[in-house]
Each structure stands twice: as structure tokens, then as C-alpha cells.
């Protein structure tokens, strides 16, 4: 056991941590961060599918439990940079309305203490770090800004593009997805990234993606007042004897139990195990938990409804790298159903071991492959509305995920009315296709998108976190990733997450000074 002490420690290191870490970086204080995992081996098994979809190579081992106790193998990874280094790198802005309470035909998704132009000059900043291609004004439901996007949309390829122009023919308003990779399309020779086909739910063997390792955490560790901890799983956080203030981070590095201390303690595992571990830390001072006079901690676990719906088609699809496009136009409902209804985006390119991995036992591999040559997928998001009994709770050792469904009928006629959007642009090349269109719900598995267990908020009787997202209990503990969420929206969280790692780590500043 060992003990040192620094002016921040910050645990975990994805969209959250790692980008604090950069905010951070350049104050000469020193720091302190922490990683249960290593950094990403760079090896050719990166863009081999069979070994990432098929053999889940790079996912955790470990074992949660849903409700009633089955085992849970999560879609979760811990590396440098967290769930990041496998994104597809879609990095949208809530919408204004989205800090706003929102009724929804099954509950009410609750307003935020602040609201878009509290996050907007963040959102700027977060989207240069991150490297974001796209292009404003076309998308309908998009907020306000005065600052273009700072890279140029990535390119539709052609049989996309066809997509596209077909769905501006029915009167609706696809545009690009924005996109944090590093692509120059215009100087192809200057450009990392090469438009491959294992991008999407995989890690970039070249780091062409701006994730929170490449972007983040290696810019980082430059400044010698950076201090990064790999293999280093924090166990426990103790507190004074008035539980006032976080005195000591107890870390598992090789067998031996470590003690680390600072002055300003930030916890950024991703919204479930960030909840966890404020739970596991419970003692005299905090019997339910760190930071949980609240009961709240762990509660109101969000990571969306997501669904795929796959186009099968006698038309081959010759398309590389098709996550270029995305559709809002029944963001917020349409006329006859006047609820929130979510987003679609382009998935990364179907092959053969993604079929296999998600389609039913013992496919042949001629099938598979048939399959992914002739289809394109849609990823259907909406909105997870906040539940208290939709929790993460620990048990001992053991992590059980309470999650009940909500808002089925709007992500059912999300589904089915995309299908039918579908089915209208089936003639688009110009011959009568034959299609399928197979819809999919995921399943709890899926917690790229997980949020909402420590929400923050100016009441400590009905959040975790103040408006810095420091705890209302814990003098000098911050909770600083996807936790902090009142709500879910219907879009990818990273962005949002990324901008209010930047938000309060400008705050840390002032306070350190």
C-alpha cells in the first residue's frame, strides 16, 4: 500500500476523463489519471471482423446481471480512450428543445438546469478538438450557431447518394452525418484516414478516428505534470471522517492495493460504472453510497432504444464506407402523432461476420456473405426516457442493471414508419428492385450510449451532482462523463459529453487558481 498525493486524479479515460485530462493538461498542476485498461494494441486483428464481431476479442469479460439475475455479457470495452475507440464517430448537438421538458406519449423527459446556450461556445470548442466534418443548414431539427462545422462533410459514395436524393424526392431532408474522423477528401495523400470498411464498431488501426485516446489522452501526456496509470482499476474511494471530502483512491495495479490521493477527485468509468463505484464506496458517513443522501445514485439509467433496420436487395451495394447520412425529419413527431418519434443514421458497412454475429445460429458463411453484399443498415434511436427503478446496483462483487422498457410505441412507429420511407424508394436506380426491410430491436447489452445515473441539478433532494457536476455530498468528488444526463434525447451522447468535460474543467480552473 502506497500513498501520493496530486492536485486532480481522474479515473477513467474516454470521452469524458480523457478529454478533461487535455482541458487540464496545459495548468502545470500536477495530475493524476487513472485507466483500468491498457492502450489499444495496434495489431491487423483491428480490422478483422471475424475476430472483432465474431470473437468480441476486444470486448470486457465481465459478467453483469440484468433484473432477474441472468448473466449479462456487455458491449463494453476498457481501453485508453473507453467505448470511444470504437465509435462510429457520429457527434451531434442536442437540440435546443432537448434541455426543455419534452412530453412524450409515455412519460416526460425532464428539463436540465442549464440549456443549449449554456453549452453552445463548449460545443464549438468540443467539435474542433474532435474534428467534426459535416455541413450546416440541412439538417431540419439542428440548433443555432454561428460557426460552421470545422471540417467539410464527408462524401456520400454513389449508391448512398442515390439514397439520398431519393428521400429528398419524398419531401424529407437527409443530410450528413457529422463525423469525427481524420479524413481530407480534398488532399487524399494528407488524410489519415482512408474510408475503409471497418470503421463503425471497430478500432482504427492507423488512428484515424478522433476519439479520446488520439485527441485526448496523447495530447495529454505530452505535459509532464500528466501522470497516466494504465491497467490501474480503481476500487474504492474513501472519505474523512465527516465524508466531506474523498481522501484516498483506492487502486488495484498488478495484485497490490494502492492509495493515491488529491485535492480534487473526478470520476469519469462511463455512467455505469462511475454509479458503481460510488455505491461500492459506501461507509459510515454514506451508508447507501458515496454521494447518495439522494437515493438517486445508480438511478434513471438511460442508453436509448436503439433498433437496426436492414435493406436487403436484389441491388448489390458496391459501398465501402457508407456512415455518411442521417435523417431528423421525425425528430419530433409528424402531424398525426404529435410525440417525439428519435433519429436515423447510416451503420457502419454490413459484412459477413457482422450477419453472422448477429443473425440466427449456424448461418453458412456464403449466405452471410450474399447478405451483407446486397443490404444497408439504418440505426434507429429513441429516446430512453428517466425511470428511478431503471438502475445499476451493486451486489458484492456482482453489477445488476434493473431496465424496463418505456417508450415502445414511438420507437415502434419510428421502425415501421421508416420502413415504409424504405419501401417508397426502392425504384431509385432507375429498375423495380426486390427488397427486404428487417427490423431488429437491440437488446440491454447494448450500453455504448449509457447515461443518466448521477444526474445534476440545483436540488440535492433530486440530483446527484450540482450544475459543475460536483456531488451535492462530497466536497471535492466530480462525476464527469454521460452520469450527469437528465435526460437521454434521441442522439449519440459523446459530443454533449465531450463539451461538459470541457465546461467543467474550465470551472476546475477557476477553482484551482
Known sequence: MTSHHYDVIIIGTGAGGGTLAYKLAASGKKILVLERGNFLPRTKSNWDSKEVMRKEVYRTSEVWYDKKGKALHPNNHYYVGGNTKFYGGAL?????????????????????????QDFAPYYNQAEKLYEVHGKRGLDPTEPPTTEEYPFPAVSHEPYIQGICDALKDRDLHPFYLPLSIKLN??????????????????????????????????????YTNIRLLTEAKVTRLHTSASGREVKGVETEIAG???????????????????AALLLKSANDEHPNGLANSSNLVGRNYMAHKFGVVMTL?????PTVFPKTLAVTDFYWGESDFPYPMGSLQMLGNVNKDKIIAYGPPMMPN???????????????????????????????????IDYTDNNESAFNRLTYRWIE???????????????????QKMTIREVGHQCGTCRFGEDPQNSVLDINCRTHDVDN?????????????????????????????????????
Open 92 to 116: 451531434f448537438r442536442f437540440r435546443e428543445r432537448d434541455f426543455e421538458e419534452v412530453i412524450h406519449e409515455d412519460g416526460i423527459s425532464p428539463e436540465w438546469p442549464l440549456k443549449y
Open 185 to 222: 477528401e480534398a488532399n487524399r495523400y494528407l488524410s489519415h484516414c482512408i474510408r475503409c470498411n471497418t470503421c463503425d464498431g471497430f478500432p482504427c488501426l492507423i488512428n484515424a478516428k478522433a476519439d479520446a485516446d488520439t485527441n485526448g489522452m496523447r495530447p495529454a501526456i505530452t
Open 256 to 274: 497490490q492495493k494502492h492509495i493515491f490521493s488529491g485535492d480534487i477527485v473526478v470520476v469519469a468509468c462511463g455512467a455505469i460504472n462511475s
Open 313 to 317: 436487395s436484389t441491388q448489390f451495394n
Open 366 to 400: 456464403i449466405v452471410a456473405e450474399t447478405i451483407a453484399n446486397h443490404s444497408v443498415a439504418w440505426l434507429v434511436i429513441t429516446e430512453d426516457l428517466p425511470n428511478t427503478n431503471n438502475r445499476v446496483r451493486v451486489k458484492g462483487e456482482k453489477l445488476f
Open 421 to 439: 420511407v424504405l419501401k417508397s424508394i426502392e425504384s431509385r436506380h432507375g429498375n423495380k428492385e426486390v427488397a427486404a426491410h428487417i427490423p
Open 477 to 513: 468528488l466530480y462525476v464527469v462523463d454521460g452520469s450527469f444526463f437528465p435526460s437521454s434525447t434521441a442522439l449519440n451522447p459523446s459530443l454533449t459529453i465531450v463539451a461538459n468535460a470541457l465546461r467543467v474543467g474550465e470551472h476546475l480552473l477557476e477553482r484551482m487558481k
